[in-house]
């Protein structure tokens, strides 16, 4: 089953109205429908949580990953029963480190977490962070917001390409500057109407590394 059937499929099953799915993403009624029919099969990361919630269902099942939508169900709240926090976030593809490479999202997989919160992880290219200890071929883990702190390492896209940086904001001027973790590279300076092709995806809160 595709994504936008799913959509349309639990959408119906629960009675909520395309208007109800539209309001809670801030988008059109229209855009709902064309994720329905397949029209717009890319759901932008940012949409997922949100459409599941109001879906009363997880990302996985929307996507695809998961055949069950009622895995969201969570038995702590069951007397004397203490829920084992392990859980699985998917491993949606690769990030630069280095220069920003195209954000296609390409799902590899689950990565396992224990007391990591986090909501997909991603796999790392390129050696720009390696004064972070983040490594060629690192996971790293994202939780997923649209701002972070002033000196905190996000993912980022940048005109429809991903990268891994620590973000500067310069409230004075404007600003907003992307540093890597290595002297060869230069940091990218972006100000004004440049910040319009901004958009970060979270913050990255773990890493796992491939060096053993």
Same mark, same amino acid.
């Given at each position: 089953?595709?994504?936008?059937?799913?959509?349309?499929?639990?959408?119906?099953?629960?009675?909520?109205?395309?208007?109800?799915?539209?309001?809670?993403?801030?988008?059109?009624?229209?855009?709902?429908?064309?994720?329905?029919?397949?029209?717009?099969?890319?759901?932008?990361?940012?949409?997922?949580?949100?459409?599941?919630?109001?879906?009363?269902?997880?990302?996985?099942?929307?996507?695809?990953?998961?055949?069950?939508?009622?895995?969201?169900?969570?038995?702590?709240?069951?007397?004397?029963?203490?829920?084992?926090?392990?859980?699985?976030?998917?491993?949606?593809?690769?990030?630069? *480190?280095?220069?920003?490479?195209?954000?296609?999202?390409?799902?590899?997989?689950?990565?396992? *977490?224990?007391?990591?919160?986090?909501?997909?992880?991603?796999? *790392?290219?390129?050696?720009?962070?390696?004064?972070?200890?983040?490594?060629?071929?690192?996971?790293?883990?994202?939780?997923?917001?649209?701002?972070?702190?002033?000196?905190?390492?996000?993912?980022?896209?940048?005109?429809?390409?991903?990268?891994?940086?620590?973000?500067?904001?310069?409230?004075?001027?404007?600003?907003?500057?992307? *540093?890597?973790?290595?002297?060869?590279?230069?940091?990218?300076?972006?100000?004004?109407?440049?910040?319009?092709?901004?958009?970060?995806?979270?913050?990255?809160?773990?890493?796992?590394?491939?060096?053993?």
């Amino acid at each position: 089953m595709k994504t936008g059937e799913r959509i349309k499929n639990r959408r119906k099953e629960l009675s909520i109205t395309a208007d109800t799915v539209a309001k809670s993403l801030n988008i059109s009624r229209a855009t709902i429908f064309r994720y329905e029919r397949g029209e717009s099969d890319k759901i932008p990361l940012e949409f997922l949580k949100p459409l599941a919630k109001v879906l009363h269902t997880t990302p996985e099942y929307i996507m695809g990953w998961n055949d069950n939508p009622d895995d969201f169900k969570n038995i702590s709240n069951i007397n004397d029963i203490i829920p084992i926090q392990k859980h699985k976030i998917p491993l949606l593809g690769e990030i630069a *480190c280095g220069e920003p490479i195209f954000a296609e999202e390409s799902f590899e997989g689950y990565m396992s *977490c224990d007391n990591i919160k986090a909501d997909f992880a991603l796999r *790392c290219k390129g050696d720009s962070m390696i004064n972070a200890r983040i490594f060629d071929g690192d996971i790293v883990f994202i939780q997923r917001q649209s701002i972070v702190n002033n000196g905190e390492i996000a993912a980022i896209i940048i005109d429809d390409e991903a990268t891994l940086k620590r973000v500067y904001y310069n409230k004075n001027n404007n600003t907003v500057m992307l *540093c890597p973790e290595n002297n060869k590279y230069q940091p990218f300076m972006y100000k004004n109407e440049e910040l319009d092709n901004i958009r970060i995806l979270g913050k990255a809160v773990a890493f796992q590394s491939v060096i053993k």
